[in-house]
């Protein structure tokens, strides 16, 4: 089982991208994200997404993202994803398979996370995206088999198509 | 070489989407970013990251999306992305090694894109995010290559560490 963190967003500036590390938490097989403050519209976006996608992901609101890290420790690896870490792939190597709480962080977080964190992970050194960090840290775990799991409840499926859109209404 | 296209951004809404979306092209290994509507920041963004970080990573000024696809057809692959499209693992195969252009829309494409791209290409059949969707077919096309590319000229660079920030500055 894996489950997000996400840490140090600031309200309406990065819901967007909140709301983009949710998707890709939810796309790429994770089970839940945890939010300290949250647009309450982010919750009702991946409400929707599901009724409409389908499957069970879910946004936990939470008061303290340290007593979260805190409850998970030993239970799950701690997974923090920073530029500044270790290679994905050589991490991913040295990772177990007991399940995952993987710390998203916005733009600045405070440094004691090095320290609770079992993994200091990074994507590439170069700068670029939260989201597209947490994709490959997930693609990676799993190597790939994310994009083969089923999304129970569905209210429509997409058929994969080399040129135009079919859809298969499920209900 | 591999290039991309952003189309279909609204500016100031999705600003920050497309910085995030210029920065991946970057960081993942792509040469230039086009855009039709920019915001001059995002501009300046991208200048100072390539300052700090190195490289020569371009973000080009178009007016009309649709001549730089008529200009790169049968130079280069047109790669559309959409969540309607073939598997990435099963496109990523048929693809020859010539240069390629990958388009990467907003919320609405014109569906002429359809047509023109020579690959309609997913990243999983779930709603995610433009950001991740790239980076995921970046690292695909490149077999994860893109990660150990240099970037040349850089005032900084970070050496990977598994608890800590390290970074050199070379300028």
């Not at 009724?51 to 069970?56: D, I, M, S």
């Not at 409850?71 to 398979?97: C, F, N, P, Q, W």
């Amino acid at each position: 089982m894996i489950e997000v963190l996400r840490i140090g967003q600031r309200v309406v500036r990065d819901d967007r991208v909140t709301t983009h590390v949710a998707l890709v938490a939810r796309a790429f097989g994770a089970e839940r994200i945890f939010m300290e403050e949250v647009n309450p519209r982010i919750k009702g976006t991946i409400s929707g997404i599901n009724e409409r996608w389908g499957g069970e992901f879910e946004v936990e609101i939470i008061r303290d993202w340290k007593e979260v890290v805190r409850r998970k420790k030993g239970h799950s690896k701690i997974i923090h994803l920073t530029m500044y870490g270790e290679e994905v792939d050589r991490a991913v190597r040295r990772m177990g398979s007991e399940d995952a709480l993987i710390i998203v962080g916005a733009e600045k977080v405070p440094r004691e996370i090095y320290e609770m964190a079992d993994y200091n992970v990074s994507v590439g050194s170069q700068p670029h995206s939260e989201i597209s960090a947490l994709a490959v840290l997930l693609d990676r775990m799993q190597d790939g088999r994310q994009f083969s799991k089923t999304y129970g409840g569905a209210g429509r499926r997409i058929v994969p198509s080399s040129n135009g859109k079919k859809v298969v209404v499920e209900k």
